[in-house]
T-cell receptor, first 111, second 119 residues
Framework: RKEVEQDPGPFNVPEGATVAFNCTYS??????FFWYRQDCRKEPKLLMS???SGNEDGRFTAQLNRASQYISLLIRDSKLSDSATYLC????????????FGSGTRLLVRP | NAGVTQTPKFQVLKTGQSMTLQCAQD?????MSWYRQDPGMGLRLIHY???????DQGEVPNGYNVSRSTTEDFPLRLLSAAPSQTSVYFC??????????????????FGPGTRLTVL
């Protein structure tokens, strides 16, 4: 089983739609969670950190479910510019510096 | 600030050749790392450094060497290139350790990547 698993997609949605991605992680001791965004042939960039209580940044909401060991990303009112690959990232805490990246979920927002 | 820079952007090697991928950051970050990204797989950690003079192995270190003589630079050396090393290589840096509570110091800043093909 992979340490961090994501549905590769693609999720193909119209502009204005709401879309949600889930990501599961295998190490129950994991403490830090992040969503990164990667545009085609570009480097990953931090989208948002995921706090235990959940957090929101504009149209983006991240949630953590420790019992089921998954994190989610909700995007409301999708824009064409949201088309990208979304990477789930977990720090398993066996090393304070180590990050485990999921293989990403691809989102396509169509006009 | 230029952030994290990588050179070259593209490189083609023949099997058995050696080369060095350059990485530099101007943000005075202590922590730097090298990842490779292959289709269908997440970024995998090759080597990392927690400060000048200190390096350690990541998940896939075989065939690669690193050194950290300065805070700014973290080159990755391919000793004898193999087709299995065809990949996109990203260098990243961050201010601090990943903590139990996310903070701005956790953010990993990535370079633009080097696309390497080994024939």
């Amino acid at each position: 089983r992979k340490e961090v698993e994501q549905d590769p997609g693609p999720f193909n949605v119209p502009e204005g739609a709401t879309v949600a991605f889930n990501c599961t992680y295998s190490n129950s001791a994991s403490q830090s969670f992040f969503w990164y965004r990667q545009d085609c042939r570009k480097e990953p960039k931090l989208l948002m950190s995921v706090y235990s209580s959940g957090n929101e940044d504009g149209r983006f909401t991240a949630q953590l479910n420790r019992a089921s060991q998954y994190i989610s990303l909700l995007i409301r009112d999708s824009k064409l510019s949201d088309s990208a690959t979304y990477l789930c990232v977990v720090n398993p805490m066996d090393s304070s510096y180590k990050l485990i990246f999921g293989s990403g979920t691809r989102l396509l927002v169509r006009p | 600030n230029a952030g994290v820079t990588q050179t070259p952007k593209f490189q083609v090697l023949k099997t058995g050749q050696s080369m060095t991928l350059q990485c530099a950051q101007d943000m005075n970050h202590e922590y730097m790392s090298w990842y490779r990204q292959d289709p269908g797989m997440g970024l995998r950690l090759i080597h990392y450094s927690v400060g000048a003079g200190i390096t350690d192995q990541g998940e896939v270190p075989n065939g690669y060497n690193v050194s950290r003589s300065t805070t700014e630079d973290f080159p990755l050396r391919l000793l004898s290139a193999a087709p299995s090393q065809t990949s996109v290589y990203f260098c990243a840096s961050s201010y601090g350790l990943v903590k139990t509570t996310p903070s701005s110091t956790d953010t990993q800043y990535f370079g633009p990547g080097t696309r390497l093909t080994v024939l």
